[in-house]
């Protein structure tokens, strides 16, 4: 079984800043990573996967992660927070092709300080 | 765009009252998914459907049931509402066979049982 953990269930930014969320992953055979976003009041959409192709992974609004299979990681991170940025991050791990289902960590809220 | 449409973004319900959540998917994915989602605990599987008429238990389905009829309907059902399924419920779907594994979710179903 897969399991995904989220270090940290509030992380405060300046404007500007850079953004730096944690996750980190089990899993018996390789795993396909996700980070989601969730706005207020919202659905989750994607922000990136890994697939294993690329262990550097760029996504939209500026955010990337980085596969470290040695640490058993996929942090995410922007180099300069944006107000926009607020809301709930969400790391999520699946070993397909063999399985659809996804297993979402608890998840991480981003406030953004003017 | 695929899009993910939850019939209800609001409920408020008696302890007790049987509830209809409806989901349906505009792009033939074969895979539909039913999640619940509680603050700190993230997004948890209640039931999933990899095809018509086919369903399987997710990891809390106690107090649940779906139905899928059409491919392009995901109903999730709750027999006998009790408090503690007060919650934000979120339906997703995927495509099978060569997909990149992406759930596209609706925007969410908040449940309030009094």
């Known amino acids: 079984a897969q399991s995904v953990t989220q270090l940290g269930s509030h992380v405060s930014v300046s404007e500007g800043a850079l953004v730096l969320l944690r996750c980190n992953y089990s899993s018996s055979v390789p795993p396909y990573l996700f980070w989601y976003v969730q706005y207020p009041n919202q659905g989750l959409q994607l922000l990136l996967k890994y697939t294993s192709a690329a262990t550097l992974v760029k996504g939209i609004n500026g955010f990337e992660a980085e596969f470290k299979k040695s640490e058993t990681s996929f942090h995410l991170t922007k180099p300069s927070a944006h107000m926009s940025d607020a809301a709930e991050y969400f790391c999520a791990v699946s070993v397909r092709p063999n399985d659809y289902k996804l297993s979402f960590g608890a998840g991480t809220t981003v406030t953004v300080r003017a | 765009d695929v899009k993910v449409t939850q019939s209800s973004r609001y409920l408020v319900k008696r302890t007790g009252e049987k509830v209809f959540l409806e989901c349906v998917q505009d792009m033939d994915h074969e895979n539909m998914f039913w999640y619940r989602q509680d603050p700190g605990l993230g997004l948890r599987l209640i039931y999933f459907s990899y095809d018509v008429k086919m369903k399987e238990k997710g990891d809390i389905p106690e107090g649940y049931s779906v139905s899928r009829e059409k491919k392009e309907r995901f109903s999730l059902i709750l027999e006998s509402a009790s408090t503690n399924q007060t919650s934000m419920y979120l339906c997703?779907?995927?495509?099978?066979?060569?997909?990149?594994?992406?759930?596209?979710f609706g925007e969410g179903s908040r449940l309030t049982v009094l």
């Open positions: 997703a779907s995927t495509p099978s066979g060569g997909g990149s594994g992406e759930l596209f």
